[in-house]
């Protein structure tokens, strides 16, 4: 008995030491203080010498929090609770936030970096007029081969997944828009497609393709394709970027029939308190030297043209990262289809998984 | 006045289960009501009903028995001989630090020990079975599955171990019992409260498992815990996504209900 | 009798031999200065240099461990209170309800433990943040504890209670003198449970903190989609050795002392 009180004793001594220690720190850092623009966004997102410069520039103390998924930093939002004054949502979730009010107008006189961004990727349906949000990367989906594993072969098309020879050897990323937006686009219709029949015979023809698939994943899917666990893999180009770096085999292609084009944008969501400081905070960003600076330690394409002259030629002109958007097949961007239909979706993916086995 | 007393407990575990527990269990049930627009329906319950549930369900079911089993099989005899080491509270402690190790990260390094090219195909390689596919398997699953609770059912059965006075051993010896009719009749008999809080320990959470579906058995096995967690996040179906918590819930309270009665009142 | 310990000895390293695999795999590729978990290319310490670096990371770190152990002691003390309530209702039926109860949390997907207890905190007006990640985190841990402590409560013999109570005990001494000496070492096998639980949340954390708070499982998991650094690595490899060093230390420290009872002896 004298043990576990003392065991305990401790315990709180040790927890309530620690905390003294983290309250000293975050006074140390300026956390805390009302001089702060809080910044949500993907973990390890952005280079954080960018943040200290912002901070220096500014005077603006930047508290960077992070988050995993759109779905679940929209729950964050709309519930309020917390101050964000900067999201990072994707293009999808941003037409859903403003369906349901939960972004803030911008105003585009503080913003006059805005002009450097490439004009093809403003004024979109998802954001129409970028009343709302200001892009900050941007890209594809696309397939992943390893041309070492599949002997010389080359992969241009979906329809090149269905390829008996490639039994086992794809990987899925888990998410009910990509895939079945692969398979619409390989049967010539849009992604976007909302007539059920469409969506059935998507279906169908996915379950034609479950032999070639040996597993549906998440993030992971870098890791496995970079391990050689499988030769294709269906991935974002910011995903693949990052793996074709690490290991030469790999190379991606954007599909002939057409895909996914794709945005995170800067937003100011509702929760914010510091509009001033967010604005200041995006321009900086737009800035075509920090983009280019983010661009290069995050390894995605960046929407903001004027920054490519300050990126690596090799970079700046790889064709399957900054393909040339008049050549390229028809590439779309997904378009808010309505709860209903997303559930459609949904449920038509989850009834693809199950039936594996 | 006895009575007066041990109520006393109740005042601060009820206050936790009232607003912990029962609060978000009737958040729960009001929106398994609720269809994707908000509207009043059953629907949701007519869905879990069709066969892709209850098949999601038995997986569910299957899958954490699996586990439970497992573990019960590796951690008794890992408990039991933990009891016999020298520093026994050192290595107790030992087993569990891994635990505290963030799970996404463990989960890659067994990605890249089962991959085709990693430690546990060059492993089978080296001893003849030869290289073959861990990842996304039954088998793998239900490893890494174990991995992550083997100490929920190590400390439970550990401590019942402890509690064993060591002189009831030396008198079935001294009788005449075998090793192993001691450990049937005596030792294993009297640990079983140990046993039976690991087996909850591990049963219960391996309903709702839903990270390492995805991650070790690329989606290849489906639990509930999966479906909730798509319902909840992807397609924002809250309806949905409640029902089958709901369901699950039900089923738990069953079990709980079926296991708990008989014994217990036997020993009160 | 020799030989079947050696035997255990055996099985035992085999099973300390799998928990620690991935372990290893993770210190070991800290070192890698290829930036990833595979194809190691050569030693570097540049991943310990960028984790000792970052002040943020640091802070992440701390609020993990206070959150952690804060909210796994607080559990256990509830968690000790809840089973003597459950052990001390006498009508079974009741008793398997509350046992029920108990287990919701359990059997709950975070993400829905984390949605509904961040609608709580707003009905609440609790400010998200420390106070609101503490409190989901003893609320999620109690019934791990109640499951670790409860079955040893109930096999204790009641007779015992009322031999104390005729010796002269008040009820202050039965719990002190007789049932918390018998549940002790079950109480710290709750606590280290609590404590597991706490560190390695995600979803709860993510849902109800804000206004700067985070914790390591929350960074680790918002790192996945654009790939986890080796910093993370290295720190998990520091935060593994550091624990490791205390457990071993106070263990030779307390064998010193004199003898230990149950886990309690530690920590």
């Known amino acids: 008995m004298k043990r576990l009180v003392q065991g305990f004793a401790a315990i709180f001594i040790a927890a309530f030491a620690l905390m003294f220690m983290t309250h000293r720190l975050n006074e140390a850092e300026g956390y805390g203080g009302d001089k702060t623009v809080s910044v949500y966004n993907w973990g390890d997102y952005i280079d954080p010498a960018l943040i200290r410069k912002f901070e220096k520039e500014t005077g603006w103390k930047v508290v960077y929090q992070t988050f995993d998924s759109n779905e679940a930093m929209m729950a964050k939002i709309a519930q309020g609770g917390a101050t964000f004054d900067v999201a990072v949502p994707s293009d999808y979730a941003i037409s859903k936030m403003i369906e349901e009010n939960l972004l803030l107008p911008l105003d585009h006189s503080k913003l006059p970096n805005l002009k450097y961004i490439e004009p093809r990727f403003l004024d979109l349906s998802f954001d129409p007029h970028n009343r709302y949000s200001v892009p900050y990367f941007w890209g594809t989906v696309g397939i992943v081969y390893n041309r070492g594993m599949l002997g010389g072969k080359t992969i241009t098309s979906w329809n090149d997944l269905w390829d008996p020879d490639l039994r086992n050897q794809i990987l899925l990323v888990d998410g009910a828009r990509e895939v079945m937006g692969m398979a619409l686009n390989s049967l010539g219709y849009s992604l976007n497609d909302t007539n059920k029949q469409h969506l059935q015979e998507a279906k169908r023809k996915l379950d034609r393709l479950m032999p070639n698939v040996k597993a549906i994943v998440g993030d992971e899917i870098k890791l496995l394709l970079a391990n050689e666990e499988a030769a294709v893999g269906v991935v974002w180009s910011g995903d693949a970027a990052e793996i074709i770096s690490e290991n030469e085999a790999l190379d991606y292609v954007v599909p002939k029939e057409g895909s996914n084009l794709w945005f995170d944008n800067m937003v100011i969501p509702k929760t914010a308190k510091n509009i001033e400081g967010a604005h200041a905070f995006i321009n900086f960003m737009l800035d075509p030297k920090h983009a280019a600076q983010n661009a290069e330690y995050v390894g995605y394409s960046t929407p903001n043209r004027a920054a490519l002259r300050y990126l690596p030629k090799d970079i700046a002109n790889d064709r399957r990262f900054y393909p040339d958007l008049d050549a390229a097949g028809r590439l779309e961007v997904y378009e808010n289809l309505g709860k209903r239909m997303l559930a459609y979706y949904n449920e038509l993916f989850l009834q693809f998984k199950m039936q594996q086995k | 006045m006895e009575r007066a007393w041990r109520n006393w407990y109740l005042i601060p575990y009820a206050a936790w289960l009232v607003l912990f527990v029962i609060a978000p269990l009737v958040f729960l049930v009001y929106e398994s009501f609720l269809d994707i627009d908000g509207q009043w329906t059953l629907a949701n319950y007519e869905k879990v009903l069709t066969p892709i549930y209850l098949k999601m369900m038995a997986y569910s079911f299957w899958y954490a028995l699996l586990i439970t089993l497992a573990s019960l099989l590796i951690g008794y005899p890992t408990a039991y001989w933990l009891t016999k080491t020298r520093h026994k509270q050192l290595w107790l402690l030992l087993l569990i630090l891994p635990m505290w190790v963030n799970l996404l990260l463990k989960v890659y390094a067994f990605l890249g020990l089962f991959g085709t090219y990693g430690l546990a195909n060059a492993f089978l390689q080296a001893i003849g079975v030869g290289a073959r596919q861990l990842l996304f398997t039954d088998f793998s699953f239900v490893f890494v599955s174990v991995y992550i609770f083997i100490p929920f059912m190590v400390l439970p059965i550990f401590n019942a171990l402890e509690e064993l006075p060591p002189s009831l051993i030396d008198a079935a010896r001294d009788l005449g019992a075998s090793g192993w009719t001691t450990f049937r009749r005596v030792v294993f008999p009297l640990t079983l409260s140990g046993v039976k809080a690991g087996c909850q320990a591990v049963f219960i959470p391996a309903l709702s498992l839903f990270m390492i579906t995805r991650l070790i058995a690329g989606n290849r096995v489906i639990t509930l815990g999966t479906a909730i967690e798509q319902h909840f996040l992807v397609t924002q179906d809250w309806g949905m996504g409640a029902t089958i918590a709901v369901v699950l819930m039900i089923a738990m309270a069953v079990i709980v209900f079926l296991t708990g009665s008989g014994r217990k009142e036997g020993s009160r | 009798m020799k030989r079947t310990h050696r035997w255990g000895r055996v099985y035992l390293l085999f099973v300390f031999a799998i928990m620690y695999t991935p372990i290893g795999y993770l210190m070991y590729y800290s070192f890698n200065s290829g930036g990833t978990m ?230």
């Open chain 3, 38 to 267: 595979h194809d190691f290319q050569s030693f570097t310490l540049k991943w310990y240099g960028e984790v000792l670096s970052d002040d943020r990371l640091l802070i992440i770190v701390l609020n993990t461990l206070v959150v952690a152990l804060l909210s796994a002691a607080v559990a256990t003390i509830l968690g000790v209170i809840g089973a003597l309530a459950i052990y001390y209702v006498k009508r079974q039926r009741m008793k398997n309800t509350l046992l029920a109860l108990n287990n919701v949390l359990i059997v709950s997907p975070d993400v829905i433990i984390g949605a509904s207890f961040l609608l709580l905190f707003t009905l609440a007006g609790i400010k998200l943040g420390f106070a609101s990640v503490l409190l989901s985190h003893i609320a999620f841990s109690v019934p791990i504890v109640v499951l670790m402590v409860l079955p040893k409560l109930e096999e204790m013999s009641p007779t015992w209670i009322d031999a104390a109570r005729d010796l002269g005990a008040g009820s202050r001494q039965v719990l002190s003198r007789v049932i918390l000496p018998f549940l002790t070492p079950s109480i710290w096998a709750g606590f280290f449970m609590a404590l597991t639980y706490s560190l390695d949340d995600f979803a709860v954390t993510f849902f109800v903190t804000g206004n700067g708070f985070s914790t390591l499982s929350v960074e680790i998991y918002s790192r996945a989609r654009q790939g986890i650094s080796l910093s993370i690595n290295a720190l998990s490899t520091l935060l593994f050795l550091f624990t490791m060093l205390l457990v071993v230390g106070y263990y030779v420290f307390s064998q010193k002392g004199g003898r230990m009872y149950g886990i309690g002896g530690r920590k």
